[in-house]
């Protein structure tokens, strides 16, 4: 090699080296950006409350350990005090009085409150890093002034003292509930606001849905020693309570008084409920996977309800199973059932509901919130903004694990709903997913679109994609999201990724506009189907062929936007641009009628032109 050939050939390692260092440099800054695009915020509560259950109030103290993982600068920070509600004037009281349909129980009975009957939260005094900090009560927020801003990356420490009052039961919290249980302390204590990549959330609490910081809650009670209580978090010292967490053969020694002391840990949590009544049955089943049922009920019911409660148990654990089995693993080692509250309301390793049902209710109701736990709880989406993502989600798959369990047979659990959709958008009542849970015109309107038309979106779409896709996009979701806080497009995207088909269009469709959905066989000429789109929302089509042999052919026509099909045994034809009104193909064969989704999983908003039969 001669000397310009070895010149040249340094010169060429050299510029190797260099685009190697190039490109390291930017693969480390892709990776680095690629991890920076999601972040979350995060708390760590302590908090020491003090009852007193004739008063039916309670002073307490927390420090709040506040980590702002945001990359922007915070000069303020709120809380929500939600037992602010419960006053008369207050904004819950005053849409109640004003609404179209106001619910039955809420109605007129704040307005109604006495000063002994109504629920508070009353801030006392609070300190940033141990210097006091000025804050404001506004309704059912607290708007808090730091000293210091928090910038990005630093923690900050948030020491309060606070009285608080536990309203008479009217919605989820409350006192005295109308079958006897005495505490049901859901939403209790002052609750930092979410911050997130669209700022800060602090909805004024109206009557719906909560959303919360992850973190990790370490809870201390001091109730009367005849109360039992249970929610949320391990006990960590049943060792000193029994009531049914451990057997206490000494006399206690109570050092604060007639009172018990309650310590609860709850890790990777964004809530905490917890529920006290001097008349609980506490029974435990322990599952074989290690998780612990613990379900708390008036031991003073009806036989038959306690019977009920009984039976409630093994089918709880087959819930459990089923709904890790088919969303995800249930992350903690415990889970309970307590009759309380008002209905049926989910919270961190818990669930209020009323007790005195027939079986199938409380089933069904247990059902319901526990699978909460997935959906909205361990998913924590915004369920203030997208209310149809927990609740349209719970009760797709509540349904799905109901209808296994209880042996109710094959046919689609989930067809309740397509029924009053169609009435719903007959009665031209009906309001876009994208409205903020308080912000419907109608409470009819508000749980339509959240319970109906959002369990719709999952079962619809196993008409779109199939419903294996759906069933490994949930998985999906649930590995990819559990613990943070998703969003619309992020189910989407889960959805996308397992099945290859593009979604976008279904999203926007489904639930950013009030688009409907009327397909019709248009015409039968010889061998030639004519179908045509009415209405606005394009869906890809599922056509039946039954000829005058007696024999029948599926096919599939993609929407062309899906960049693909579902799978199916059926002949897939070529797509069907959805700008085009008409769509034709020919079939080998003499044709006798045509059938459109046979499956009816597709909202068509009329049936009477998915039919064709040649006379």
């Known amino acids: ?102 619910s039955k129980k809420i109605g007129d009975r704040i307005s109604k409150l006495k000063p002994n009957e109504i629920g508070y939260i009353k801030v006392n005094s609070l300190k940033q890093n141990g210097v006091a900090v000025a804050h404001e009560t506004v309704g059912t927020i607290l708007e808090v002034k730091l000293n210091q801003p928090i910038k990005a990356g630093e923690t900050v420490t948030l020491e309060m003292n606070f009285d608080a009052q536990v309203p008479v039961q009217i919605r989820r919290s409350g006192r005295e509930n109308k079958e006897g249980i005495a505490l049901s302390m859901s939403q209790w204590y002052p609750k930092l606001a979410e911050y997130d990549f669209q700022g800060w959330h602090t909805p004024p609490y109206i009557a719906r849905e909560f959303q919360g910081v992850w973190g990790d809650f370490d809870v201390t009670i001091h109730i009367d020693k005849n109360y039992t209580i249970g929610g949320s978090g391990y006990l960590q010292n049943p060792q000193e309570i029994g009531h049914g967490y451990q057997d206490v053969s000494k006399d206690l020694n109570l050092p604060n008084g007639d009172k018990l002391t309650w310590h609860f840990k709850a890790p990777k949590v964004h809530d905490f409920m917890w529920a006290a009544d001097d008349e609980y049955n506490h029974d435990v089943l322990k599952m074989e996977n290690g998780i612990d049922l613990h379900f708390l009920y008036k031991k003073n019911l009806e036989e038959k309800y306690l019977k009920n409660w009984k039976d409630l148990q093994p089918k709880t654990a087959e819930l459990m199973t089923y709904f890790s089995e088919n969303i995800g693993q249930y992350p903690y080692k415990q889970y309970s059932v307590i009759q309380g509250g008002d209905g049926g309301m989910e919270y961190a390793m818990s669930t209020l509901i009323t007790g005195k049902r027939k079986f199938s209710s409380l089933f069904g109701v247990t059902a319901h919130e526990m699978a909460h ?176 042999d007696g024999s029948k052919e599926s096919f599939n026509i993609p929407l062309e936007i899906m960049r693909g099909s579902k799978p199916t045994i059926a002949t897939i034809l070529k797509d069907w641009g959805w700008a085009y009104p008409t769509y034709s193909f020919n079939v080998s064969k003499k044709v006798k009628s045509v059938a459109i989704d046979k499956s009816l999983l597709m909202a068509d908003v009329n049936l009477e032109n998915n039919f064709f039969e040649v006379k």
Request: charged share 20%; aromatic share 14%.
């Open 1 to 102: 090699m001669n000397f310009n050939q070895r010149k040249m050939r340094k010169i060429f390692l050299l510029g190797l080296s260099i685009i190697a260092l190039i490109s390291c440099k930017v693969t480390k800054e892709a990776t680095f950006v690629a991890k920076e695009t999601y972040w979350q915020q995060h708390v760590d509560y302590t908090m020491d409350v003090d009852v007193d259950i004739e008063k039916y109030q309670y002073k307490g103290k927390q420090t709040l350990v506040y980590t702002n993982n945001s990359p922007d600068k915070l000069d303020k920070v709120f809380y929500h005090l939600y037992f602010n509600a419960f006053q008369p004037g207050s904004q819950m009281d005053i849409r109640s009085l004003n609404i179209k349909d106001p």
């Open 373 to 548: 736990t997935w959906f909205q709880f361990l998913l924590a989406s915004n369920e203030s903004l997208h209310p149809w993502m927990d609740e349209g989600f719970t009760s797709y798959i509540s349904t799905k694990a109901s209808y296994e369990i209880m042996k109710k047979g094959d046919k689609n659990p989930n067809a309740g709903p397509y029924k009053g959709y169609n009435r719903m958008v007959k009665s031209g009542a009906e309001e876009v997913l994208t409205t903020h849970a308080d912000r419907y015109h109608t409470n009819r309107g508000y749980s339509f679109a959240s319970y109906g038309k959002g369990s719709m979106f999952l079962s619809q779409l196993e008409y779109v994609i199939g419903a294996e896709n759906v069933a490994n996009g949930l998985k999906k979701y649930f590995t990819d999201f559990s613990f943070k806080h998703p969003t619309p497009n992020d189910v989407i995207r889960s959805m996308e990724k397992v099945s290859g088909i593009h979604l976008g269009w279904y999203l926007n469709e489904w639930t950013q506009t009030l688009h409907t959905i009327d397909y019709g066989i248009k015409s039968v000429v010889g061998n030639k189907i004519t179908l045509e789109r009415i209405s606005q929302m394009p869906m890809p089509i599922d056509v039946e062929v039954t000829y005058f």
